[in-house]
């Protein structure tokens, strides 16, 4: 009797585990091949090999891009280098990046930048957060941005037990922002399981000097998040689910999803086109490939644009599309006057002309 039990358990556990697996394959696009969709006027921009994770736009067209990001599980092209933030000015004719100098009193070797946000003061002055990865852990590092001198002015570093495994962060004000936290665990291992098991244990946090408190839940992982036109709704890309949430802002920083915009794509970073409010994402349409990354056959790189994201019928549009021949892993697309960049989590970065 104690035999024939303990095959039931075995055999229920190997079927679980095995239906785990084709679920896992099927939330990871793992079957999917990239039907090319690619402007004649763009190409990669050059001085930037080893990621391009996060892209933010200014309205003056100032861009600031990170790289480097050494993510677990990601492949990482340049294992002992810290990560930087790149500027690119939209406004030139043949705009190029230059990399930022970080000023004393911050430690560079340990930089991880991944998500980033820009706030602008009542007398203009430019701050720049950016999440950061210190031999794994999770801050939110505040500078200031010096546009004559091409700097970054190190101000602050923020922890909080609550900022776990922080992926992207949207400001609202001084020291006050949004964050997402793609993963419960931060063991790299549980990781992994939490992603197989699809445990829905992620979050999205608010974070002010005088609160911090999680405002939305349930998510599979938590990914990019941004800021509608109108300040009145955050959309949360829910990245192994393959959607977006649109969530109304409430007087005490709260969040209630109004609805969930389902694609064919797993969704990373997301951007707002500030002339017509679209939300633009940078996707990846065969996550498979970019977690068992291979030279021969890389991760395809993929540019949404949502128009009407709150109407019943949202229209859904390919920017640009490519089976990683010229892009690989691509997390980000950012619009400027009719000029698109795409960043990717640790390729290169491209440009192009609308």
């Not at 720049?128 to 002015?153: A, C, G, W």
């Not at 000097?209 to 709704?233: C, H, M, Q, R």
Request: net charge negative; with cysteine.
């Amino acid at each position: 009797m104690g035999k024939l039990v303990a095959v039931i358990l075995l055999g229920a556990g190997l079927a679980l585990v095995g239906e785990r697996f084709l679920t896992f394959r099927e939330r990871m696009n793992a079957y999917r091949e990239v039907e090319s969709v690619e402007p004649q006027n763009c190409h990669l921009i050059e001085g930037i090999e080893n990621g391009s994770e996060d892209i933010d736009i200014l309205p003056s067209g100032l861009a600031f891009i990170s790289s480097g990001l050494k993510y677990p599980g990601m492949p990482d092209f340049a294992p002992d280098e810290p990560g930087r933030i790149f500027l690119m000015d939209l406004n030139e004719q043949n705009p190029r990046v230059q990399e930022l100098n970080i000023s004393d009193g911050f430690d560079k070797a340990s930089f991880n930048p991944h998500g980033m946000s820009t706030f602008i003061d009542k007398d203009q002055t430019v701050y720049l957060y950016v999440v950061n990865h210190p031999h794994m852990d999770s801050t939110v590092e505040i500078f200031k941005f010096e546009e004559q001198q091409r700097s970054l002015v190190y101000l602050k570093t923020i922890k909080h037990e609550l900022l776990k495994s922080v992926n992207d962060i949207v400001v609202l004000g001084p020291e006050e922002f949004y964050a997402t936290r793609d993963h419960y665990f931060t063991n790299f291992f549980l990781m992994l399981l939490e992603l197989f098991m699809d445990l829905h244990w992620t979050q999205v946090l608010f974070y002010s000097p005088g609160e911090v408190k999680v405002v939305a839940g349930g998510f599979g992982s938590a990914n990019g998040i941004t800021l509608s036109l109108d300040k009145k709704y955050i959309y949360v890309a829910d990245v192994s689910d393959k959607n977006i949430h649109v969530m109304k802002i409430h007087d005490n920083w709260d969040l209630t999803q109004l609805k969930v915009i389902q694609l064919d794509t797993l969704v990373d970073n997301l951007t707002v086109d500030p002339d017509t409010g679209d939300i633009l994402a940078g996707c990846h349409p065969n996550a498979l490939k970019l977690l068992m990354y291979n030279t021969e056959d890389p991760p395809g790189s993929e540019a949404l644009r949502i128009r009407n994201a709150l109407s019943e019928k949202p229209m859904i549009s390919t920017m640009y599309a490519n089976s990683g021949s010229v892009l690989q892993g691509s997390s980000v697309a950012s619009v400027y006057r009719g000029k698109l960049l795409i960043g990717t989590v640790f390729h290169k970065a491209l440009y192009c002309e609308l």
